[in-house]
């Protein structure tokens, strides 16, 4: 079976293989290989400054956020890990895990599109995991919160 048909189909499973590896550790999102706790390794400098507070925000149920065009939600129903998560943003470096506050790229698309470097993400506590978990707060230049707890697949905003 050593026909030119079979060497090219191995030579292209191996290099989509390649290929895939290389994306798995380059990808931001997941660092390929760590948790994400502290390491070595220094967080560029971000300037985020962000105000939330876990009270009642009188955000009638169904609200949409006029910029996004996604749920408006209001701390209070989130997982109190956000609350905590938006401390720390407000509290500054350093923060608890090496991938907070990195540029979050929206490569997505499913947040309002604005200059790279507009968004930065910051990991959210998920009880009981080993490892950076699922959930994050972005947070945008302009002070705007939004949440995903899927990694990326869907957000909320987070009611001012």
């Not at 899927?150 to 957000?155: A, G, L, M, N, V």
């Amino acid at each position: 079976m050593n026909t030119p048909g079979v060497r090219r189909a191995v030579g292209i499973l191996v290099a989509a293989v390649l290929v895939l590896l290389g994306w798995w550790l380059y990808d931001p999102n997941t660092g390929g290989h760590t948790d994400g706790r502290l390491t070595n390794q220094t967080n560029p400098p971000t300037t985020v400054t962000v105000t939330a507070t876990p009270s009642s925000t009188g955000v009638p149920t169904g609200a949409t956020d006029d910029e996004s065009g996604l749920p408006l939600v209001p701390l209070s129903e989130l997982p109190p890990e956000v609350a905590d998560t938006i401390t720390e943003i407000d509290q500054g470096e350093p923060y608890p895990y090496d991938r907070d506050g990195v540029t979050f790229e929206n490569r997505e698309g499913l947040l309002p599109a604005h200059e790279t470097g507009y968004y930065h993400e910051f990991t959210v506590e998920t009880p009981g995991s080993d490892d950076r978990g699922a959930r994050r707060v972005i947070a945008g230049d302009g002070g705007e919160l939004y949440y995903t707890g899927d990694h990326y697949e869907s957000f909320v905003r987070i009611a001012p």
